[in-house]
């Protein structure tokens, strides 16, 4: 039986659709770092980001690496040698996110699946490949960080899923044992490949958000059917 469930985020617990090119996204963000004083034309801020992020990753030699999104918008402002607040770099995130946003919501039956493992006393993580200043958020806005006893996000490791490196920060940290513990992820390559590495069972969820399917799943237990109110029934 198992005490800890761990739980990727997006395309998983989260339905999600973002386009980060829309020129709209890009013309609204300049008008906003030039209100602030950052003068910058839309096609010369998109190009900017994207060298910076670039660089940050190429920088990363990690097996996955990820990086912390706000430095890239903090340099954008350093570059027009602006002296700006914390507040300002995580609103600008915020924007951009939003922006970027076509639509955001839970899959069907996420809250109560969580409510179910919570009376049954099991301890819920989560392992996310994502961005620290774009997920809290949003857990807040869909009300349920409050499920999670410890949420581990890959920018603040610089690493991501499958690394073994990101699982073991959960597992020895939150002190827990891996034949105690299951990863339910819609993504074979991250998720379900990192459990098994780990030595740890898997729940693979198949969503509209899931990578296409080119080999085998060596998940445990497998759920096309969107049925996630069969997860606390594996054991």
Request: proline share 3%.
């Amino acid at each position: 039986m198992y005490k800890n469930y761990i739980f990727d985020l997006y395309g998983t617990l989260i339905d999600i659709n973002t386009d980060e090119n829309k020129q709209e996204l890009w013309e609204i963000l300049s008008s906003f770092y030039s209100y602030n004083g950052a003068i910058y034309s839309a096609d010369e801020l998109k190009k900017s980001y994207l060298n910076k992020a670039k660089k940050y990753y190429e920088a990363n030699k990690s097996e996955a690496p990820d990086i912390k999104i706000e430095k890239v918008f903090e340099e954008l402002y350093l570059d027009k040698t602006l002296d700006i607040s914390q507040e300002l770099i995580l609103s600008t995130c915020k924007l951009f996110r939003i922006l970027s946003t076509k639509y955001i919501k839970l899959y069907e039956n996420v809250k109560p699946l969580l409510e179910i493992l919570k009376k049954q006393n099991k301890k819920i993580f989560l392992l996310s490949n994502a961005q620290r200043e774009f997920t809290l958020p949003e857990l807040e806005y869909l009300d349920i960080k409050k499920y999670f006893d410890g949420i581990y996000i890959s920018s603040d490791y610089e690493v991501g899923k499958p690394s073994v490196k990101f699982f073991e920060e959960l597992i020895k940290k939150e002190k827990i044992k891996i034949k105690e513990s299951i990863m339910v992820g819609n993504d074979y390559r991250t998720d379900i490949e990192g459990a098994e590495r780990m030595g740890m069972d898997s729940i693979y969820l198949h969503t509209n958000l899931s990578p296409d399917i080119t080999e085998n799943i060596p998940a445990k237990f497998k759920i096309y059917d969107n049925d996630i109110l069969k997860i606390p029934s594996f054991e």
